[in-house]
Structure formats: structure tokens, C-alpha cells
């Protein structure tokens, strides 16, 4: 079985020192190939070549918890890689994007504000490219899809909805839009008793497996707050958990791992179109 992290962010430096290590171990596990996105533009090269140097693929965008800090000019870059990268097979979407309304103070003006601007221009950058787009979606769906279906036109989007945690009403909006929805480290816990189920029932179609890693562990290696306050380490996310998450999912489904695994993959494939080449031509 071969699987794909549609969402790792190799380039965290909970992995600078021994990344090459940590997705060779991934590897060898089944994680064939990682989606590594970018946060900012300061991070735009290092994602890029550490694509190239893992034959993984990559995403360019600006995180909305990234945005207070940002720039117009930043978004002047983006354009810019793209531009400079449109034709780089490892290059498949604009991510991570979106909006970001947990975090207090960003749902404030003018961050409120200036968070819209900065996913509303990025979504217009990735038709300008013909990029799906990769998105961070917290306590914002309903939002996101509104301009999600301003600027949907003729063309229906492609994309995923990274670390999909949403009400059942808003993953059909995201499918009827044309996005797959990622699952992780959360869907492992008990408690989360509504993802567990939209993991179950959702058409098989519009799921994709991703870690997060290093963030969003899965419960068996999560360590509660108060524990990290008395000294106890939480376990470190890498891509190679992508296995132990997707026997959860699959066990909450029913089906055999393999056919998980096969559908997931033609699944992100699907979502990130410039993947099918890449990975037909590894």
C-alpha cells in the first residue's frame, strides 16, 4: 500500500535536524509522497527545494495566522513564484490559505478585514495560475465559501479542505464546490464524535489523509496540557503516521485498508490535478 500526506509541513523545524531522516522512516512506512504547503513568504524557497530534495510536491501561499505581519507587497511575491514556477511539475496548488477565526484577534478589525483581503486575492491569484488551492479553515467555513462562491465562475474549484472539521452541511458545500476533504490526527480521538462519523459516512470520494505534522498529532501521542506544564513531553508528528491514522479511518468506515488507500490517493490526485503526472512519472 502507498499512501499520500496531502498536508505535512516538512519544513517545521521540529524537522530541521533530521528531516531526511524522519521522511526516509516515512517512507519505508508507505508514505510515498508528502504535500509539503508554505506559511509565508519567507518560507517559499525552503518549502520548494525540500520538495525537489524529497521528490515530494509543494504549495505556495500566505496562512492567515501569518497575514497580521504581511504585506501587499508579500502578495507581489507570491505572484511573482508563481510566475517563476508555474511550469515546476512539483508546484500543485496555492496553500495554505483562508481564514482563521479562533484565534481572538483576528476576528477583530482590522485583522478581521485585512485576513479576507489577503484569502480573496490569493484565491484570484490561483485562477490567474489555474492552481487548486489548499485551505485553512477554523471556525470560518461559512465565510470562506461565501467568497469561495464569488469567484467560482464557469469553472468549479479543485482543492482540499485541510484538517476538515466542520458540520456535515458544510463538508456537502465544500464537495458541491469541487474540494476533498483532509482528515488527520483529530478524527483518532474518541470524543470527536461528530468528525468520526462524517468520517464514516461521507462518500468515499471527497475524503484525503494528511498529518499535519508536525502539528494535530493523533491521540496516541498527544499529551494533555497539564501534563506539558509538569515537564512531559508530547510525542513528535511525523508523516509516518499517515499509516496508524488511516487504519483508524478505515476501521470507522468498514473497509479494507487497501481500498482506502487506493481511493485516497487517486482522491488527492483529483484535488491537486498536477500530482497524477508527478507521481505516474516517479
Known amino acids: ?9 516538512l519544513d517545521a523545524f521540529e524537522f530541521g535536524g533530521d528531516v531526511v531522516q524522519v521522511r526516509q522512516a516515512a517512507r519505508e512506512l508507505g ?11 519567507a518560507n517559499f524557497e525552503a ?3 525540500l520538495a525537489h530534495r524529497m521528490q515530494d510536491s509543494y504549495c505556495l501561499g500566505i496562512h492567515p495566522l501569518y497575514v497580521p505581519q504581511a504585506s501587499e507587497d508579500d502578495l507581489k511575491v507570491l505572484e511573482a513564484q508563481l510566475t517563476l514556477h508555474r511550469d515546476d ?4 496548488a496555492v496553500g495554505e490559505i483562508g481564514l482563521d477565526y479562533f484565534v481572538p484577534a483576528l476576528t477583530q478589525s482590522p485583522l478581521r478585514e485585512k485576513q479576507e483581503f489577503f484569502y480573496r486575492a ?15 479553515v477554523r471556525r470560518s467555513a461559512d465565510r470562506l465559501l461565501k467568497h469561495l462562491r464569488d469567484l467560482a465562475a464557469a469553472k468549479p474549484w479543485s482543492g482540499i479542505d485541510h484538517a476538515f472539521n466542520g458540520s456535515e452541511v458544510q463538508a456537502q458545500a465544500f464537495i458541491a464546490l469541487g474540494f476533498k ?7 483518532t480521538f474518541e470524543r470527536a464524535l461528530q468528525l468520526r462519523r462524517l468520517a464514516a459516512t461521507l462518500p468515499l470520494a471527497s475524503l484525503v489523509l494528511e498529518t499535519d505534522a508536525p502539528d494535530i498529532p493523533p491521540h496516541w501521542l498527544y499529551t494533555p496540557a497539564e501534563q506539558r506544564q509538569r515537564g512531559v ?5 511525523t ?3 499517515l499509516p496508524r491514522i488511516a487504519a483508524v479511518v478505515a476501521d470507522l468506515r468498514g473497509m479494507a485498508l487497501a481500498d482506502l488507500a487506493a481511493a485516497t490517493h487517486a482522491n488527492t490526485q483529483a484535488a491537486l490535478p498536477k500530482l497524477a503526472h508527478l507521481q505516474a512519472t516517479a
Open 181 to 187: 476533504l483532509g482528515f488527520g490526527g483529530a478524527v
Open 122 to 136: 490569493q484565491l484570484k491569484l490561483a485562477r490567474q495560475f489555474d492552481l487548486p488551492v489548499v485551505l485553512h
Open 239 to 241: 508523516p509516518g503516521e
Open 47 to 49: 518549502v520548494r527545494l
Open 31 to 41: 508514505v510515498s509522497h508528502c504535500v509539503i504547503p508554505a506559511v509565508h513568504v
Open 1 to 9: 500500500m502507498q499512501w499520500t500526506d496531502s498536508h505535512c509541513h
Open 233 to 237: 513531553a508530547q510525542g513528535r508528528n
Open 89 to 92: 511539475p512539483r508546484l500543485v
